[in-house]
């Protein structure tokens, strides 16, 4: 199958919806033909748009940059493929949502943004405005797919008390994390260091 990965971020963010993003290309280019459509440095098998950032803390610390959605490039990637997938609920998503539906392509939408760490982001408490991005990102992006991949029962089961009636699926961001058993030793020491600071 011949894939359309949307994302505005790919490459060296260290969201977790970005790490997740490079990893699901990574396993879906084992068995299918992945174009991703993203920011940053160009490289087989991705074609580029521009980018911005918000003057964001969060947003620099996190290394997201929000996609410019051109739509020449969108609809000449999207010709060619049999499905498109958006990883992110942007201004980029908003626009790959249209073009998808538009073109009659399928579309699977990813939800690894929860709006209440959108919010917290911005240095703002509203529940109300939280709600109401809940309900926008389902009305525009979420609802006219045809799936929602979630990376978690309680992600979905948010989705689904906002509204939420398309079919959703749990795929875990499952963190692979090399193991090393600590030394003993260095377990004593750092203990011993912590000891010291407490009393």
């Not at 199958?1 to 490459?11: G, K, N, P, Q, W």
């Not at 290309?25 to 521009?50: F, N, Q, S, W, Y």
């Not at 969108?74 to 992110?88: C, I, P, R, S, T």
């Not at 709006?115 to 979420?142: C, D, K, Q, S, T």
Request: hydrophobic residues 45%; charged residues 20%; contains cysteine.
């Amino acid at each position: 199958m011949r894939i359309a990965f949307v994302t505005d971020t790919y490459e060296g963010g260290i969201s977790g919806g970005a790490v997740t993003g490079v990893r699901f290309v990574e396993a879906l280019r084992r068995h299918h033909d992945v174009t991703v459509v993203a920011t940053g440095t160009p490289a087989p098998g991705k074609v580029c748009i521009p980018g911005f950032q918000l003057p964001l803390r969060a947003m620099r610390e996190n290394k997201i940059t929000f996609g410019w959605p051109v739509r020449a490039t969108l609809e000449g990637v999207f010709a060619n493929v049999d499905l498109v997938h958006l990883q992110f609920p942007f201004y980029l998503g908003f626009v790959t949502v249209k073009l998808a539906r538009r073109m009659g392509l399928p579309l699977v939408t990813a939800f690894h943004v929860q709006p209440e760490n959108f919010v917290y982001n911005l240095g703002l408490r509203a529940p109300r405005v939280v709600a109401w991005m809940h309900r926008w990102w389902i009305r525009n992006v979420f609802e006219p797919s045809d799936a929602v991949v979630v990376p978690s029962q309680f992600a979905a089961d948010r989705l689904r008390e906002y509204g939420l009636t398309t079919p959703t699926h749990v795929v875990s961001n499952g963190a692979h994390v090399p193991v090393r058993r600590t030394p003993r030793r260095e377990c004593d020491a750092v203990w011993r260091d912590f000891a010291s600071t407490v009393s």
